[in-house]
């Protein structure tokens, strides 16, 4: 049944050029991970990075790139923050806020505006990145004192993100699916052959079973709980007769947004305590062990565990506050004619939305939330480090990506068959 499903697809040629275009966009992605930055040492890097733990699970934030010090060694982050701090700068700044209210024209300039923003985020990351790596590996790297030689890198990693974002709009518009997104995810797979490896390697073989049945449980229950939504009812009259029709709103709202916000700062505390432990100062020292202690990402503490889970339900809430607006889509409602029935429209209306949506975003939340920690619990349980074959935070993203696809591909395919009755 698969296979005949998937063979129907390969027979429409739009799809297929579209599935084509996007493997071998893919396939420049990953050329591109390989090529280190020039002038840089990387001998000995992926050892730290294995012993740095905190370290290792920022690189799986940043799909990876670390441990060779790539040209994309970024990846995608200062792209996806400057999408973020646009958003939020559309609730504090107005004319940002009106742009997004104006439809296609107005998602045009939010992207030229998300692009220049994403140059400045990634000179400025690039050098906070390389300093880190440098410093960590006790300055064997690449020689920080050299203005030219770090001007050179920054720039040469900078043009990576550009280039890797220009690579994600024209998998968009030639590929299947959301360029970005698609990339995203093959960031995320790329670790999975390795992760593999070393359960193989390492022998525990009944370990590897059990990780590898809960990863198929948790992405069965990510599939499940991403496609659910509550329907509103709505009753339109304009046309002379009711007309019924549904407003859906989806439990996990927010998507991944949450997770990378809590990744962000939970990370930090354990970095800047690998930092501050190498100092020769005794106060810097002292705070920097104790950081370690309590943020230590190999080991993590019960209050490092309640801290990450109460930083991804509120960035949920955070989140969903901002892009969701209710006043909005009572207004747009009204304007066509429609009503929710035993509701008022206007604000009655806005409210009855605010509070489905806080509603349904509190098990939305504890999900994303559950999900993100649920390895950390697993391993204090057990008495040792374990994730998930793929990483939780990996596998919300793969499974959305995944399941944006196949709605465009079953779209493709309607459009297709349509065509044949013209």
Excluded: C
Aim: proline residues 4%; hydrophobic residues 50%; charged residues 15%.
């Amino acid at each position: 049944m698969i296979l005949k499903s998937i063979k129907s697809v390969f027979e429409v040629k739009d799809i297929r050029k579209k599935i084509i275009a996007t493997l071998i966009l893919v396939l420049v992605y990953k050329f591109l991970a390989t090529i280190p930055v020039y002038g840089v040492n990387t001998e000995g890097l992926g050892a730290i990075m294995e012993q740095q733990k905190g370290l290792s699970f920022f690189s799986a934030l940043m799909w990876g790139w670390l441990s060779n010090f790539s040209i994309i060694l970024m990846g995608l982050s200062p792209y996806i923050n400057a999408v973020i701090i646009i958003q939020l700068l559309g609730v504090i700044i107005p004319k940002i806020g009106d742009l997004q209210k104006e439809g296609e024209a107005g998602q045009k300039k939010i992207t030229k505006y998300t692009r220049w923003l994403t140059l400045p985020l990634a000179f400025a990351q690039s050098y906070g990145m390389i300093v880190l790596l440098n410093s960590l590996a006790g300055g064997t790297i690449i020689d920080t004192s050299n203005l030219h030689v770090i001007l050179m890198a920054m720039t040469i990693v900078t043009a990576g993100t550009v280039f890797l974002m220009w690579l994600g709009e024209v998998m968009t518009e030639y590929g299947i699916g959301n360029g970005i997104s698609v990339i995203i995810t093959a960031g995320v797979l790329a670790g999975v052959p390795s992760v593999i490896m070393n359960h193989i390697s390492s022998g525990n073989y009944p370990l590897f079973a059990g990780l590898f049945i809960a990863t198929l449980f948790i992405i069965y229950v990510i599939i499940k709980f991403t496609e659910w939504n509550r329907r509103i009812p709505i009753i339109y009259t304009k046309t002379g007769r009711d007309e019924k029709s549904y407003f859906p709103i989806r439990i996990n709202q927010a998507g991944m947004i949450p997770i990378i916000f809590a990744v962000s700062l939970v990370t930090f505390p354990s970095i800047l305590g690998q930092l501050l432990s190498k100092s020769t100062s005794a106060t810097a020292n002292t705070i920097g062990t104790q950081l370690l202690t309590y943020f230590d990402l190999g080991n993590p503490t019960w209050p490092f565990i309640v801290i990450y889970f109460i930083l991804v339900l509120g960035f949920s809430f955070f989140y969903v506050s901002i892009t969701f607006n209710t006043d909005q889509v009572a207004e747009s409602i009204q304007k066509r004619g429609g009503y929710i029935p035993g509701i008022r429209p206007g604000s009655d209306t806005a409210d009855y939305l605010a509070k489905v949506s806080n509603h349904l975003n509190l098990f939305g939340g504890w999900f994303l939330a559950l999900i993100a920690v649920l390895p950390y619990i697993m391993g204090k349980i057990m008495g040792q480090s374990i994730d998930f074959i793929i990483s939780a935070a990996g596998l919300i993203i793969i499974v959305s990506v995944i399941l944006d696809i196949v709605r465009k591909v079953d779209s493709e395919m309607k459009m297709f068959d349509y065509s044949k009755f013209k």
